[in-house]
């Protein structure tokens, strides 16, 4: 992978107009915001170029509208949002492109900010289109893409703009690359991961690049139980992924040709439902109508052990049904310990995925890790090993 083109620190952006694309597709339940998190993170960065006296012009998606308009999906709320924030003048657009946008973007004053409407409810968007990213690159004087999360699409205001205006990597996503690039290539060994989430063919190209760079690898949440069933214990009423028996005989397989330790749970928490009580059971004690809601207190054990082993650690993927108190103490003892070790005993720890995000803030360990990626699909097909279209265009081969 070549460097990544950065804004040079010494240039004088007093009334220049960035183009910042940042991902504030924020979850959202009944039209409220659920989590700020990637609100919250993008802060340091406007305030650092509004303090340069830029004018800043944020593009984002929010959803998936598929190239309508959907009031459902605006991005007008976010502007007040953004003001209490950053204690600067947040006008908003619902224009993306043309004169009036344009006309916009400089009358604003210097340290203020405009933010387009959801770039995803025009098609042209996701279609990559050329004279759409054209005319939208018409809106700044540089463009900075600040949205690692959205990096692994091929869209308008992530790769196509980078072809019609100066463009650059925005310090967050290159440290976001770097850590996960770090991760794969440079770790300090033994590295480790735990790995979790609900369906195993979803990790699988994950799984099969991390077997090859790591020491270990810890299955947990639903997905270890693909594994327990394999080895012939009873599941009973858990959620599985079927007909992946050949998929998991290859993991094991490729586990054992690199020399990379395979892990999965040895006791559980079940329940009868969600709502009923949670029981410590080992393997051979589950029956038909357990479902498998959590990991036992041998395996937090055992993963213990493994963190004390390792020098980088990285984590995707609850160990349980976290939502509910009583089957969260999986992630909460395994968020502790990282955090724990960080702090005492340099480990360095990275941590990504909504769900997993979600956890730790719940856990209140959200500065217990070395790094959090507040990134999905584009943080897991970093650790795939793939080449993410947004980044590949903010290369530079000097
Ligand atoms: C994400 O939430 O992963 C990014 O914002 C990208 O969104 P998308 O999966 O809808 O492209
Ligand atoms: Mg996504």
New binding site residues.
């Given amino acids: 992978m070549g460097k990544l083109k950065a804004l040079d620190e010494k240039l004088n952006l007093t009334n220049k107009r960035i183009i910042l694309r940042v991902?504030l597709?924020v979850p959202m339940q009944e039209g409220k915001i659920t989590d700020k998190s990637r609100i919250n993170k993008v802060i340091p960065t406007i305030k650092e170029l509004t303090n340069k006296k830029a004018k800043i012009i944020l593009i984002s998606?929010l959803g998936?509208p598929g190239g309508k308009i959907d009031e459902r999906l605006s991005l007008r709320p976010i502007t007040s949002i953004l003001e209490n924030l950053l204690n600067s003048k947040v006008h908003f657009s619902i224009e993306n492109c043309g004169s009036t946008v344009i006309e916009k973007s400089k009358k604003i004053k210097s340290g203020e900010i405009l933010l387009l409407e959801n770039i995803r409810f025009n098609k042209e968007e996701e279609a990559n289109e050329e004279n759409f990213a054209k005319e939208l690159s018409k809106v700044g004087d540089i463009y900075v893409n600040e949205a690692f999360?959205?990096s692994h699409?091929a869209h308008a205001s992530v790769c196509e703009i980078t072809k019609h205006i100066d463009s650059y990597a925005g310090k967050l996503l290159s440290e976001e690359v770097n850590m996960i690039n770090m991760l794969t290539n440079k770790a300090k060994k033994p590295v480790s991961c735990i790995i979790g989430g609900s369906k195993i063919s979803t990790k699988i190209g994950v799984l099969t690049n991390l077997i090859k760079k790591m020491q270990t690898i810890v299955i947990v949440g639903a997905m270890a139980n693909n594994f327990i069933k394999y080895k012939g214990h009873n599941i009973g009423k858990s959620l599985f992924e079927k007909d992946q028996e050949n998929l998991l005989k290859n993991i094991i397989k490729k586990c054992e040709t690199n020399n990379c330790k395979l892990i999965i749970p040895e006791d559980v928490i079940v329940a009868k439902s969600y709502e009923s009580e949670s029981k410590l059971k080992s393997l051979n004690k589950i029956d038909d109508t357990d479902l498998i809601l959590d990991i036992g207190k041998d395996t937090v054990r055992k993963i213990y052990n493994i963190i004390n082993e390792s020098k980088t650690i990285l984590w995707n993927g609850p160990a349980g049904y976290f939502e509910l108190e009583k089957f969260s103490i999986g992630s909460n003892k395994i968020a502790k310990k990282i955090t724990e070790n960080t702090k005492n005993k340099s480990l360095i720890s990275i941590a990504g995925g909504g769900d997993t995000v979600a956890a730790i803030n719940k856990f209140g360990c959200s500065n217990g890790f070395t790094y959090i990626s507040t990134?999905?699909?584009?943080f897991l097909e970093l650790l795939e090993g793939k080449i993410l279209p947004g980044i590949k265009v903010l290369e530079t081969n000097e």
Avoid: I, L, V
């Fill in positions: 991902d597709n998606h998936r999360s959205c699409r990134a999905g699909g584009a």
